[in-house]
Structure formats: C-alpha cells, structure tokens
C-alpha cells in the first residue's frame, strides 16, 4: 500500500458541522466521535470524507462547497423531512433501540424506513461520482446498513468495508424488525463486515444463516460470488493522545483544584452521553445503595456524574433526563450537607483537557451501561492514569469488558453487587491499583486506534486476494 492510496471514509457525520450564525455559514470541528478518535490514522492516507454536515439545507452553497471539497470533505445534503425520517426516525427511535436490545423502545415505521432508503442512496450518488477503482471504501455504522450493496451493485469491483459501533443483536431480537433481510443484505454488500467482539459476529452470522440461508466457515461467508469476511476488530483509542494530554502541567493543576474543591474526598466518576443504554438510574440508585449499607462513607466520597446532553429531540432521552436530575436531587437531599453534596452533577460538554483532568483526579470509574457496543471512556480512563493509581468498575454488557479484564466487571442490574465492588474499588490496595492498571493500559497501548484502523485495512485487502483465488478457481470449475 502507498502513500497515496485513497481512503473514502464513509459515516453518517462529517468530522465538521456547517453552523448558520446571522444568515453566515461557517464549519466548525465536529466534536468528539469517530472523527478525533480517527485523526491520527487519517494522516497515513489520502484520505477523504463523505457524510451529512449537520445542517438541512436542500441546496449548498457553491464557495462552500468548494471550499469543503478542498479539504476533502463530501458533504451530503439532506432536506429536513429526509433527516426527521432517516435519523431522528430511523436510525435513532428504529436501529439505536433495537439493537441494544430495548425493542420496547422501538418504533417501526414505513416512512421512516423509506426517508433510510432514500438517505442511503443519496450517499451512494455523491460517492459515485469521486470513487475511483482502486480506492479503499470504509463504511461506519448503523445509519448505512444498506449502502454496501447499493455501492456493489454500481461498482462491482470495489474495495469496501463496513463496520458497526454499536451491538449487533441476537436473532430473537434482530428478527422483529420488519426490514431484517434487507438490511443483512446491504451490509452483505461489503467485502469486510467487522465488529467491535466476537459475540457480535456470532449475532450477526446466526441472523445470515437463519434469514438469508448462508453458513460460514471461520467467519467466511460466500455470497452469489463472493467471499466475504466477517471479523471482530475492537476499537482502541488514542492513547499517546490521551497519556500525553493527562501528563501536560495544565491538568496537573486542574487535577490538584479538583481535589481541593471536593474537600479531598475520594472521587467516584463516571462519564456519558445521556442515553438510556448507559444504566444512569441504575447507577445513581447502586450508589444510594453502597451509601445505605456502608454508611462510614457519608460525607467521605462525591460522585461526579458528568452527562453530555444527547437527541435532546427524543421524548425518551427527555424522559429520562428529568428522572436523573430528580434521582440526582433525591440522593442529595437524602445524605448531603451544607459541606457535602454527594453527586455532583455536571450536564455538559468540557474541553478534552478537563475530561481528562476528572479521570485523572477520580479514584474510580464507575461504567456501567446495560448495554454498550464498545465503550471508549473506560480505555481513555485507563490511558489517563499515569502513575497507575485508580480502580474500573466495568459491566460485563460492555464490548470493552472483554479486553479490560483487570476491571471489576459487574451485572449493572445487580445494584448490591455494584455497591459492594464500590467498597471494594475504594478499599483496593495501591500495589494492586497499580499492577491491574499497568496490564491494561499494556493492551490499549498496543492495540490503539491506529493499530485497529490497520488491522481493519489490511484485512480488507487480504479478503481482496481470496476473492480473486476464489473467483479463478471458480471460473476454471465452470471451464
Ligand atoms: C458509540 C458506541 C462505541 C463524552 N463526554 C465528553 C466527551 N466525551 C467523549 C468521550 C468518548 C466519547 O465521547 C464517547 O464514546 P463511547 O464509546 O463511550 O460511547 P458512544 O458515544 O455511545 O459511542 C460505543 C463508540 O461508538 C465507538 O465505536 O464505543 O459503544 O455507543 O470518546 O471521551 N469528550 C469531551 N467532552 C465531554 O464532555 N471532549
């Protein structure tokens, strides 16, 4: 591979927003997501990005436009009906739910699966008329199931593969939804189908061979006459970035103010989008419950509850958030005093450098979603611990829990056990502190953002190969 091999990155966003102020128009860096965490690797190719820049207009302007495509970015355009139905619709209240496996949550709707169809498509036009041949098609996520195969049939020979952020349900789950097959075989359409673990490569090819008839062999499938992989490829973080930022003087002296503002108290944090996959009731009431049955820690340890503000536009996440500030209220109100107030509550955005400056200063990391397709804020945790001090509570319904073993991994509906692995997270000995962190930032240091974006590239290309083996032996059968 050189230099100068182009990579399409293909996601829903784009790494930038296009904001309207006082009838101007100005791009600003998206924050946080696939974006930041893919910088790095980006720079390794000549690299350019197709996706929805945030904003609903039908027509662009042209110097923006020109000016987008100059730093290689594609925006694609979408009206404000086409993005009610396919995300706010589709992709938010139909797949985000169902896939996490709250189909109580979800919502099937025909127009809205239409307004996904036509989105899809609408991708396939503006990466239709940039690819060429030999480019490297990288497709992200649940809201361009469909496009694989929308782009196989219009360019045959194209390298492309997908990769899903968030779970891939069981098969009595994956079969309520109308659009199954379809969906399977969009993503089918790829010449690589990855996932962040096993158990949702095992989900996946159970759904194919049950809805579609296709057995594998080692994770290969063949379709009409392709073969094509499907393979776990955890997504690690920016480590360097993360250690690098957690040694810098200016979160040295955050950290220092942190720990004086809470009265030197142990620290318990745990870091969200606000969204009901993540367990946050839950977690707030295994803290009242580790309150109520070891009361020596009332008054000695704060739990910082830091929540950013997520699809403010769905009546669930509305929900949701009043019932966490009234639980937030209920604990405090329960035990806090004029000198303590034992959740502090922060719902915002922070700069990346007081992110890491609260993983820094906790003691613990308390993560615990019902269900999480990876979880990256438990690996930048470990990454910012420098001198190895702290303690991961982890639930064993996040993909990260298979990787970060040294956690203490618990059933976040078990709020007795999450309180006891509280005491015993506060109470853990600093040599063993010390030796469960150091293994784990060993792994994520290795096996880092970087390294998954190749590992995922190189298979890609390797998968290439078999199927050009494939395809001769194939053709000289028929001879
Ligand atoms: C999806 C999947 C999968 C959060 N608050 C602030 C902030 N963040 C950053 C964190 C972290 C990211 O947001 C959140 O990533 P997660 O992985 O924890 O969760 P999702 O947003 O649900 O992401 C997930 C992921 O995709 C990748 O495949 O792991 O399972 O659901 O990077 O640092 N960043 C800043 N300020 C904040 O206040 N700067």
Sequence with gaps: MGLMDRLLIVSNRLPVTVVRRKGKIYLQPSVGGLATGLSSVLRKYNTLWIGWPGIEIENSKEDLEARMKSEGLYPVHLSKGEVNGYYHGFCNKTIWPLFHSFSQY?????????????????????????????????????????????????????????????????FEIFRLLPWRKHLLEGILGADIVGFHIYDYVQNFLQCVHRLLGYEHELGMLIVGDRVVKVDAFPMGIDYNKFENIA??????????????????????????????????????????????????????????????????????????????????????????????????????????????????AADVALITPLRDGMNLVAKEFIASKIDGKGCLILSETTGAAFELVEAIVVNPNNKERVAEALKMALEMPEDEQIQRIRAMQERLRRYNVEKWADDFIQELNKIKEVQQEFSTKYLMREL
Aim: glycine share 4%; charged share 30%.
């Design 247 to 360: 040694n810098s003087p200016e979160v040295e002296e955050e950290v220092k103010k942190i720990r004086k503002k809470l009265g030197g108290r142990k620290i318990i944090l745990s870091i969200d989008r606000l969204d009901y996959t993540k367990g946050i009731p839950l977690r707030l009431e295994a803290f009242d419950t580790f309150l109520e049955k070891y009361p020596e820690y009332i008054g000695k340890v704060t739990f910082v509850l830091k929540l950013v503000p997520s699809r403010t536009r769905v009546e669930h996440y509305v929900q949701l958030k009043k019932y966490i500030d009234e639980l937030v209220g209920k604990i405090n109100g329960k035990y806090g005093d004029i000198e303590w107030t034992p959740v502090q509550y922060i719902y915002r955005f922070l700069p990346l450098e007081k992110l890491v400056a609260l993983y820094r």
């Design 106 to 170: 979800t919502v099937y709707n025909e127009n809205w699966w239409s307004a996904y169809k036509k989105v899809n498509e609408k991708f396939l036009d503006v990466i239709t008329e940039i690819a060429k041949p030999e480019d490297i098609i990288w497709i992200h996520d649940y809201h361009l199931m469909l496009l694989p195969n929308l782009l196989r049939k219009e360019m045959p020979e194209a390298r492309i593969g997908f990769f899903l952020h968030i779970p891939f349900p069981p």
